[in-house]
C-alpha cells in the first residue's frame, strides 16, 4: 500500500466555478477525514466518515461543500461556486480504528481560487 | 471549543542548539500526536503520547504529555538541518466521536 493518495495536487479555478477532490486512503483503514489548512495556521477539521457513514461536519463546512465516501473506498469533496476564500490546502487523512494512535495524511491538494 | 496554544509560533537556530516547543490547552485530552509538516506536503506523524506524565524518545526528540492531559513539549537536542519544518500538536478526545484538534504550530528553521 502506498499510503493517502489525494487528486489532484494542484487546482486553480475561476471564482463561481464547482471543483471536486478526491483521496484515497489506505485501503484497510476504516476512517476517513478532511481537513482544510490555510496558510499559517494548523488543519482545521472539516469533517470525516466511518466506513460509508459521514459521522460529523463542522460549521465551517458551509452549503457549498458536500463530501461522499461510497462503499467505504475512496472520497470525494466538492466545492460549488468557489470564493476566494475557499483557496487553502485540503488535506484528506485515513485510521485504522477511532484514529487515537494516529492519522495517516495525504499530500493534499492546493487549491486557489482566481 | 477545545483550543491548542502553541509556542513558540516561529524559532530560529543553528545547527546542534537544543530547543524545546509546548503545547498547552485548558481541556483535557484523551491523547495527544504531534506531526511534523514540511512545504507543500501533509502532516507526518511522529509520536502519539496517551498517559498523563508519559515521556517518549524518539532518537533525538524527547516527548512529554502533562499530568493532567492538558500540555505537552517537544524537546530536539542537537538539532539538524532536517530537523527543520512546521511542528503540530493535536489533541483527541471524543470517545467513539474521537477525532484531533490541531494548534497552529511551531515553525523551526535548523540554519547550518
Known amino acids: 500500500d502506498t499510503g493517502v493518495s489525494q487528486d489532484p495536487r494542484h487546482k486553480i479555478t475561476k471564482r463561481g466555478q464547482n471543483v471536486t477532490f478526491r483521496c484515497d486512503p489506505i485501503s484497510e483503514h476504516n476512517r476517513l477525514y478532511w481537513y482544510r489548512q490555510t496558510l499559517g495556521q494548523g488543519p482545521e477539521f472539516l469533517t470525516y466518515?466511518?466506513?460509508?457513514?459521514?459521522?460529523?461536519k463542522s460549521r465551517l463546512l458551509s452549503d457549498r461543500f458536500s463530501a461522499e465516501r461510497p462503499k467505504g473506498s475512496f472520497s470525494t469533496l466538492e466545492i460549488q461556486r468557489t470564493e476566494q476564500g475557499d483557496s487553502a490546502m485540503y488535506l484528506c487523512?485515513?485510521?485504522?480504528?477511532?484514529?487515537?494512535?494516529?492519522?495517516?495524511f495525504g499530500s493534499g491538494t492546493r487549491l486557489t481560487v482566481v | 471549543t477545545q483550543l491548542l496554544e502553541q509556542s513558540p509560533q516561529f524559532l530560529s537556530i543553528q545547527e546542534g542548539e537544543n530547543l524545546t516547543v509546548y503545547c498547552n490547552s485548558s481541556?483535557?485530552?484523551?491523547?495527544l500526536q504531534w506531526y511534523r509538516q514540511e512545504p507543500g506536503e501533509g502532516p507526518v506523524l511522529l509520536v502519539t503520547v496517551v498517559t498523563g506524565g508519559e515521556v517518549k524518545k524518539l532518537k533525538r526528540l524527547t516527548f512529554q504529555f502533562g499530568d493532567a492531559r492538558k500540555d505537552s513539549s517537544l524537546h530536539i537536542t542537537a538539532a539538524q538541518p532536517g530537523d527543520t519544518g512546521l511542528y503540530l500538536c493535536?489533541?483527541?478526545?471524543?470517545?467513539?466521536?474521537?477525532?484531533?484538534?490541531f494548534g497552529k504550530g511551531t515553525l523551526l528553521t535548523v540554519n547550518p
Open positions: 493535536a489533541g483527541g478526545s471524543g470517545g467513539s466521536n474521537y477525532k484531533l484538534t
Open positions: 466518515f466511518q466506513n460509508e457513514a459521514q459521522l460529523e
Open positions: 487523512a485515513s485510521s485504522l480504528g477511532d484514529g487515537s494512535y494516529g492519522y495517516t
Open positions: 481541556s483535557v485530552f484523551s491523547s
